[in-house]
């Protein structure tokens, strides 16, 4: 399941890309808003988001959508389990799942275009983790900060 989550800045980006999943035949939820509230909070929907994913990390991805996609990578990151990517290109989504496994991506809502998401979002979502010995050891290490830090 791919989980949905944007505030204001992010609404219209979010409600475009819900139109580019349905063809392209993708599962989601989106979990709000649900409509344009100039007062709402980028971390509520972050938070939302992040929560699901984080009890079946490997299984569920997330897409979050903020004014600048870094408060809702910050606030993805703070969740065990969560590899939150803020991304602004094909190339940097492909890495984040390639070498990083990342299952929460974080976009800008005013920085990206309408296909200029959808790239983004088709290139994260047909990447699969590599594998390699290296990037496996490097998300160990993360797993371990995690538990050091997520008491």
């Not at 984080?54 to 910050?74: D, Q, R, W, Y």
């Not at 989504?93 to 299952?103: E, G, I, M, T």
């Not at 979002?121 to 990037?135: C, M, P, Q, S």
């Amino acid at each position: 399941m791919i989980y949905l989550g944007a505030d204001h800045a992010g609404f219209k980006a979010k409600e475009a890309l819900k139109t580019f999943l349905d063809k392209s035949g993708y599962k989601y939820e989106d979990l709000g808003n649900t409509k344009l509230d100039k007062d709402d909070d980028y971390t509520d929907y972050g938070r939302l988001v992040s929560a699901l994913v984080a009890v079946t990390p490997a299984k569920n991805k997330g897409i979050l959508i903020c004014g600048s996609a870094e408060g809702m990578g910050m606030v993805a990151n703070k969740y065990k389990g969560i590899r939150g990517a803020v991304v602004s290109d094909v190339k940097t989504a492909k890495l984040s799942r390639l070498h990083n496994d990342a299952n929460v991506l974080c976009l800008s809502g005013w920085q990206l275009t309408k296909s200029e998401t959808e790239k983004v979002v088709k290139a994260w979502l047909n990447t699969d983790f590599t594998g390699e010995v290296r990037h496996k050891r490097r998300l160990n290490e993360i797993k371990k900060l995690e538990k050091e830090n997520f008491k």
